[in-house]
């Protein structure tokens, strides 16, 4: 165990968890648990930022901490809890609304993105939510985030905020915290189109695999996905060039956990049938007994409440004295 080192990560409860989670995120959560003290959030202040009804909102704060305990953290190791239930972060966020910098958010990529056209309708917590990130992070001075790669810019801006609050208040109050990026398979593609990421918003079902799919399901999505005419090539180069053929080997790597040279040396040259019915055998193997814990936790909401008040306790106990500490910083009585 590293005393010196503290992860936080966050997982938003906007619906079903999906491969992308789970290679880009879970499944180094679940490493680091024995390495280090961990905290893993169920981020709902973050998944109000659009839109939710309140019941879908309730049904999955639960299944996301399913999808926790299920893919393997262990309450007892780590600290499991919904953010809204520790009001540090809100408290946090608002003094990093007035750390962070107008012109640092409009750079923030995933906005653009998540408001499109409609900038001007997107709410306003949309827009500075990288700052509540922040705020999650460093409430508990963590020193290491685990994420996919698509929340590398947020992470920057977490420790550019982190240096502007220590220099603005001439105290080393917080660490710089050091993302934690999957290097084999950072950013899980959509199997629909690979130049896109596997995401819980897209709405086309066959682009990702859940966490609760049954087997059938991974084989109709598998065999549907798209992926090249020709054979599948013999070398990195020009497997580069074709996104969605490159995705499913990336998964079949990390999977069957063989290095990419190996995978391409096994289905180098063959038709993508057979890459397809090798991954569909490693995926039934991995997720399917994943999705059915998840659907046995669900039967016990009282049991997944519990894990989160005891969770909540511990992490309340931990930003208490680091809010005491920020607000003396900033001067409020
Ligand atoms: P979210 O579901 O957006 O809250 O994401 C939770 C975690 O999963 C974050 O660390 C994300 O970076 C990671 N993640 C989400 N989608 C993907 C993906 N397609 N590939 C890799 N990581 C992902
Ligand atoms: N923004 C992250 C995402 O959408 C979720 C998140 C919120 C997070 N707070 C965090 C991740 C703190 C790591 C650390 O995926």
């Given at each position: ?30 490493a680091l648990q ?117 929340q590398k810019q ?49 709405e086309s079902d ?128």
């Amino acid at each position: 165990m590293d005393k010196n080192k503290l992860v936080f990560s966050g997982v938003q409860p906007t619906g079903n968890l999906h491969l992308g989670n789970y290679l880009g995120a879970l499944k180094n959560f679940v490493a680091l648990q024995d390495q280090t003290k961990c905290i893993y959030c169920v981020v709902d202040l973050h998944a109000i930022t659009v839109f939710q009804d309140p019941k879908d909102l309730k049904n999955n704060i639960l299944e996301t901490t399913a999808g926790f305990l299920a893919t393997g953290l262990d309450n007892k190791k780590s600290i499991i809890f919904n953010q809204s239930a520790v009001s540090g972060h809100a408290e946090l966020a608002w003094i990093f609304n007035c750390v962070a910098r107008v012109g640092w958010l409009n750079r923030m990529t995933q906005f653009k993105e998540k408001a499109g056209k409609e900038k001007e309708k997107a709410s306003v917590g949309l827009y500075i939510y990288p700052n509540l990130m922040a705020a999650d992070i460093l409430l508990y001075k963590a020193t290491h985030v685990p994420v996919g790669a698509d929340q590398k810019q947020h992470l920057e801006l977490c420790r550019d905020i982190a240096q502007k609050f220590n220099n603005d208040f001439k105290k080393n109050i917080f660490p710089i915290p050091e993302p934690l990026i999957q290097k084999n398979i950072s950013r899980v593609m959509s199997l629909r189109d690979g130049t896109k990421k596997m995401s819980k918003s897209d709405e086309s079902d066959y682009s990702r695999i859940d966490l609760k799919d049954t087997a059938d399901d991974i084989i109709k999505k598998i065999k549907k996905a798209k992926s090249d005419t020709s054979s599948i090539p013999d070398n990195l180069k020009d497997l580069e060039k074709k996104p969605e053929a490159l995705n499913l080997i990336n998964i079949y790597s990390d999977l069957s956990e063989m290095s990419l040279e190996q995978v391409l040396n096994e289905v180098r040259g063959k038709d993508y049938s057979y890459l397809k019915n090798k991954l569909s055998e490693v995926l039934i193997e991995v997720i399917c007994p994943v999705g059915k814990k998840i659907k046995n936790l669900l039967e016990d909401k009282s049991y997944l409440e519990k894990v989160l008040r005891e969770g909540t306790e511990k992490a309340r106990n931990l930003a208490v004295h680091n809010i005491k500490e920020v607000r003396n910083a900033v001067g409020f009585i």
